[in-house]
């Protein structure tokens, strides 16, 4: 656990009268600290406040135990020039939210871009609740024309703690995505009716949602063109949305990506994450859930294998290309990386890794984000990594042909490769068939092959 300062100008508030509401979110951190991202009106002010109140929701709600407190944390909001994008995890981080409110949906200035906190504390989020589209709404993130001198009086300050599982979760997050390809689109009736039926199941055990003409359900039954869904009341934080709603695009792995793995027979399908992308004029909303409704988004170790293989250099030569893009393609940046296509999208899932970029599924590429947090800490949000790299550092690797042996405490442990598949004789392995990312022994055999061949 981490313990950050937001430092906050003042509270964020609600103003006005009835002829106009004022909505002004203070902003805490990033590359300064109280920045100013944006100044207008939102054309949907309903919308707009009643996707927020949902961002703040996920942040504080527990979905396995919805009765356990939980610390409410501030959401994060970056700006990419053009699109204002509100993130938050939940408290037990297996669901992860986020609202994109893009340039035609806003009447106003983009002031500057990057990444913090905004405050959405109890009397706004009250505040949000009243507002209707029968007013106007100015919308402000930050707070404009303040110097140090005027702040001696008003600032207020919070400590909070920042779990190092929160920055992993949106690591994982962006692999999770980056993997995800388009399933089905459902227009706007449809889509309301299956957000209102499906979170009222009470499913006994995950399954897959399918599509019949009465609508959608669940089955045991796995199938390519399904959804897993675990925990459908999960869903249920996008209540308030639903009647406005225009349409549901629903994303999942490959089928092929779904098939069994580490072993697995083809019929038996993992679990795997799923994402629900409610779409708006100028605005979307996703939610990214994790396989199991127990299982959170920061122990997945999808980025592993991306920071693992990563050249340092590579990875500083990317950051450098960073300055608040709301679009990165990184074929395009292949060459001037000196890399070829499929490095450059590791080097990319590793700069997730320190919340240096997102991944949207909308346009199927890479934003810019840049999270308050120390990039020298990354290795040590990753344990396994730091665990494989002290066995190669120890020789405990050693190879016969496609094998190799690694020594871990007084047991050896089998690591073989067939194809792009490594499997241990771990009990990790055993546990987890690779769903949830590579053990430390095979990141070790892989380290010490890479070191073998350079």
């Known amino acids: 656990m981490r313990e950050v300062t937001y430092r906050y100008v003042a509270p964020s508030t609600v103003s006005g009268t009835a002829d106009e509401r004022a909505v002004m979110l ?34 504080r709600t527990r979905y396995f135990d919805p009765g356990a407190a939980s610390r409410s944390r501030d959401p994060v909001v970056t700006s990419n020039m053009d699109v204002l994008r509100f993130e938050s995890l939940s408290a037990c981080n297996g669901v992860y939210a986020r609202f994109d409110l893009e340039a035609d949906a806003v009447d106003g200035t983009f002031l500057n871009w990057g990444t913090t906190n905004v405050d959405l504390n109890n009397p706004m989020r009250t505040a949000l609740a009243g507002i209707t589209d029968a007013e106007p709404l100015r919308l402000t993130v930050g707070r404009d024309e303040l110097t140090v001198d005027t702040l001696d009086g008003t600032v207020v300050e919070r400590r909070v703690p920042l779990p190092d599982r929160w920055v992993r979760g949106f690591a994982e997050v962006t692999v999770a995505a980056g993997a995800m390809m388009p399933i089905r689109a459902v227009a706007a009736g449809p889509a309301r009716r299956i957000l209102r039926e499906l979170p009222r199941l009470r499913a006994k055990r995950p399954g897959w949602v399918t599509w019949t003409p009465q609508g959608a359900r669940l089955t045991s039954t796995p199938h390519d063109t399904a959804v897993f869904l675990a925990g459908p009341q999960r869903l249920g934080s996008v209540g308030r949305l639903i009647p406005l709603v225009q349409g549901l695009r629903l994303y999942a792995p490959p089928p092929a990506h779904r098939a069994g793995v580490g072993g697995r027979a083809s019929s038996q399908r993992a679990a795997q994450p799923s994402a629900w992308e409610l779409v708006f004029d100028g605005a979307r909303l996703v939610l990214v859930l994790s396989p199991e409704v127990y299982r959170g988004f920061s122990g997945e170790g999808g980025i592993l294998t991306a920071l693992a293989h990563t050249d340092p250099d590579d990875l500083a030569a990317a950051a450098r290309l960073l300055h608040g893009q709301s679009m990165i393609d990184p074929a395009p940046l292949a060459d001037e990386l000196s890399v070829d296509p499929s490095t450059a999208w590791s080097v990319f899932h590793a700069l997730g890794g320190a919340g240096r970029v997102g991944f949207d599924l909308a346009s199927g590429g890479f934003f810019h984000r840049d999270l308050p947090f120390e990039r020298r800490a990354l290795d040590e949000l990753q344990p396994r990594l730091g665990d494989a790299r002290e066995l190669v550092a120890a020789g405990a690797v050693t190879f016969d042909g496609a094998s190799a042996s690694v020594r871990s405490g007084d047991t050896r442990y089998l690591v073989r490769r067939d194809a792009d598949v490594s499997r241990c004789t771990c009990p990790w392995f055993a546990k987890h068939r690779g769903e949830r990312g590579p053990c430390k022994h095979v990141i070790a055999a892989d380290l010490a092959r890479a070191e073998v061949h350079s």
């Open 26 to 59: 203070a902003t805490a951190g990033g590359r300064s600290a109280n920045p100013a991202f944006f100044s207008g009106f939102a054309e949907q002010p309903t919308l707009t406040a009643r996707a927020l109140l949902t961002i703040a929701e996920v942040a």
